[in-house]
Nanobody
Framework: EVQLVESGGGSVQAGGSLRLSCAASGLNGDEYAIAWFRRAPGKEREGLLCITRSGGTTNYADAVKGRFTISSDNAKNTVYLQMNNLKPDDTAVYYC?????????WGQGTQVTVSS
């Protein structure tokens, strides 16, 4: 069974940085993509960035361009979200999601709180 475990969330002041990790296990082969999403209080879930196992990346959110970067360590089946120059509007629960064999799996989420 595919499992995703996020870590690295926390509280930070505006302008600070955090790196989130998403560790995947139970994968069914080497073809998959992992994306980061977030849900801020009172807002809909927002897709941020995606990375394939081959390293191709896609950015879905203009709000994080130039500040957030996605990367991966295939040997560890782990995807990272480096978040720099954080803003209070980045406060949200961050989720990683894996898409494989026409199925989507979700982690439990990790809270990121940015204070001004």
């Amino acid at each position: 069974e595919v499992q995703l475990v996020e870590s690295g969330g926390g509280s930070v002041q505006a302008g600070g940085s955090l790196r989130l990790s998403c560790a995947a296990s139970g994968l069914n082969g080497d073809e998959y993509a992992i994306a980061w999403f977030r849900r801020a209080p009172g807002k809909e879930r927002e897709g941020l960035l995606c990375i394939t196992r081959s390293g191709g990346t896609t950015n879905y959110a203009d709000a994080v361009k130039g500040r957030f970067t996605i990367s991966s360590d295939n040997a560890k089946n782990t995807v990272y979200l480096q978040m720099n120059n954080l803003k209070p509007d980045d406060t949200a629960v961050y989720y990683c999601s894996l898409y494989q064999l026409s199925r989507r799996y979700w982690g439990q989420g990790t809270q990121v709180t940015v204070s001004s």
